[in-house]
């Protein structure tokens, strides 16, 4: 089945650092991949997203570039924040044209930033 | 407001208590879902609910059952628990059939089941 692989942390870093967290997937098909944020005490938050491959997806100076012949979505971000300290879930959806019915979610991985 | 509320944020049971979880979302979606977070595993989804119907239940034990009056509402009603199911659920809506789905999560109710 389909199946999200992501980086064991926790990761800390100090503040201006530069991240990345790695994602590789096992899917039939042609997935759309995700990263979800989730803040101390909230529920998960979609960050950003990508539907093919190729594809970047990218939204508060966090990116994550669809890379088929690799299975894989690592997310980069080039000077974190301490703001930035949240837990981030790699996810993938086997549904066309990026349907959350099935979302398929690694274990996350918790990201601590020190000033 | 996140669009998505849960209710309780907390809360600490027997095994041999009834109790239920609510979710409540504002946003006009028409699916809801539930998902068990536990440390050191992935989010798993336990159901999900197009239209008040529910389209899936994965495997999830008969201690846990869903209700969904209408499309802004989800329960999670809960009996004779065990401790493994101590979690953080997470509940989450969406629209689906527009083509650009994500999922809204509320905050969670923490469980403890002593």
């Known amino acids: 089945g389909n199946s999200v692989t992501q980086m064991e942390g926790p990761v800390t870093l100090s503040e201006e650092a530069f991240l990345t967290i790695n994602c590789t997937y096992t899917?039939?098909?042609?997935?759309?991949l995700f990263w979800y944020v989730q803040y101390p005490g909230e529920g998960l938050q979609l960050l950003l997203k990508?539907?093919?491959?190729?594809d970047k997806g990218s939204n508060k100076g966090f990116e994550a570039t669809y890379r088929k012949e690799t299975t894989s979505f690592h997310l980069e971000k080039g000077s974190v924040q301490v703001s930035d300290s949240a837990v981030y879930f790699c996810?993938?959806?086997?549904?066309?044209?990026?349907?959350?019915?099935?979302?398929?979610f690694g274990k996350g991985t918790k990201l601590t930033v020190n000033p | 407001e996140t669009g998505v509320t849960q209710t309780p944020r907390h809360l600490v049971m027997g095994m041999t208590n009834k109790k239920s979880l609510k979710c409540e979302q504002h946003?006009?979606?028409?699916?809801m879902y539930w998902y068990k977070q536990s440390a050191k595993k992935p989010l798993e989804l336990m159901f999900v609910?197009?239209?008040?119907?529910?389209?899936e239940n994965n495997s999830v034990p008969s201690r846990f059952s869903p209700e969904c009056p209408n499309s802004s509402h989800l329960f999670l009603h809960l009996h004779t628990l065990q401790p493994e199911d101590s979690a953080l659920y997470l509940c989450?809506?969406?629209?689906?059939?527009?083509?650009?789905?994500?999922?809204?999560f509320g905050s969670g109710t923490q469980l403890s089941v002593l």
């Open positions: 946003l006009g979606h028409n699916a």
């Open positions: 996810a993938l959806s086997d549904q066309g044209g990026g349907g959350s019915e099935k979302l398929v």
């Open positions: 989450a809506s969406s629209q689906v059939g527009q083509g650009d789905e994500k999922l809204f």
């Open positions: 899917a039939t098909g042609y997935p759309s």
């Open positions: 609910y197009n239209f008040k119907e529910q389209t």
């Open positions: 990508a539907t093919k491959a190729d």
